[in-house]
C-alpha cells in the first residue's frame, strides 16, 4: 500500500530575504491520498491536512488534523509544533453508546485576526476534538459537513474548539 507523508517545507528565496535556513518538517503519514491546507499571518504558521488509515470492515478512517508551527528555540532548522488538534467523525446508534469510525474531510483553513476555522465533509452523526474531553454523544448530529472554530488558536491560553454540523445541499 502506498503511504503518503505530509510535509511542511521551508525554503529559501532567490533574494535570500528569509533569515530562517531552509528545513523539512515530517506531520504525518496517510494510507490515503491527503487534503492540505497552510495558511500564515502575523501570529504564526497553521498547516491543517486529512490523512486516512484503514479499518477493517469499515474501510478508510479519515480524520484532519491541525498543526501551530513555530521556528525552535533551540534548534532553528526544525519546527516545532506548539499546538496540535485533531477532528474526528463517529456514527453512533444511540446517546451514550459506542459507535464506529465515521470521516472528516479537509475542505478549508481560514485564518481570521481572532480566530481559526476549518470546514470539511462528514460522514457520522458525532464529532470529537483530540486532544480534549471524550465525552459520549448527548445528542446525535445531523448534517453532512462540519465546522471548528479554534478562538485564540496561536495564544497561550488555548480554548477548545467551537465544534458544529451543517447540511450543505449540491446544486
Known amino acids: 500500500m502506498t503511504r503518503y507523508k505530509i510535509v511542511v517545507q521551508r525554503e529559501s528565496t532567490p533574494s535570500n530575504t528569509c533569515?530562517?535556513?531552509?528545513?523539512?518538517?515530517?506531520?504525518?503519514?496517510?494510507?490515503?491520498?491527503?487534503?492540505?491546507?497552510?495558511?500564515?499571518?502575523?501570529?504564526?504558521l497553521v498547516a491543517a491536512y486529512s490523512w486516512a488509515t484503514y479499518v477493517r470492515f469499515v474501510g478508510a478512517w479519515r480524520r484532519v488534523s491541525i498543526h501551530a508551527l513555530s521556528p525552535s528555540p533551540v534548534e532553528p532548522l526544525r519546527l516545532d509544533t506548539t499546538r496540535k488538534s485533531?477532528?474526528?467523525?463517529?456514527?453512533?446508534?444511540?446517546?451514550?453508546?459506542?459507535?464506529?469510525?465515521?470521516?472528516?474531510?479537509?475542505?478549508?483553513?481560514?485564518?481570521?485576526?481572532?480566530?481559526?476555522?476549518?470546514?470539511?465533509?462528514l460522514s457520522g452523526n458525532w464529532l470529537s476534538v483530540e486532544p480534549g474531553p471524550q465525552t459520549p454523544p448527548s445528542a446525535l448530529l445531523q448534517g453532512n459537513h462540519?465546522?471548528?472554530?479554534?478562538?485564540d488558536f496561536f495564544g497561550t491560553a488555548q480554548q477548545a474548539p467551537i465544534l458544529d454540523v451543517y447540511t450543505q445541499y449540491s446544486p
Open 146 to 151: 462540519f465546522v471548528a472554530i479554534y478562538p
Open 86 to 121: 485533531t477532528v474526528l467523525g463517529s456514527f453512533h446508534a444511540a446517546p451514550g453508546e459506542a459507535g464506529f469510525p465515521g470521516t472528516t474531510s479537509l475542505g478549508e483553513l481560514i485564518l481570521y485576526p481572532s480566530h481559526l476555522q476549518v470546514h470539511g465533509p
Open 19 to 44: 533569515l530562517l535556513a531552509p528545513t523539512l518538517q515530517e506531520l504525518a503519514t496517510s494510507e490515503y491520498e491527503p487534503q492540505v491546507a497552510i495558511a500564515a499571518n502575523s501570529a504564526g
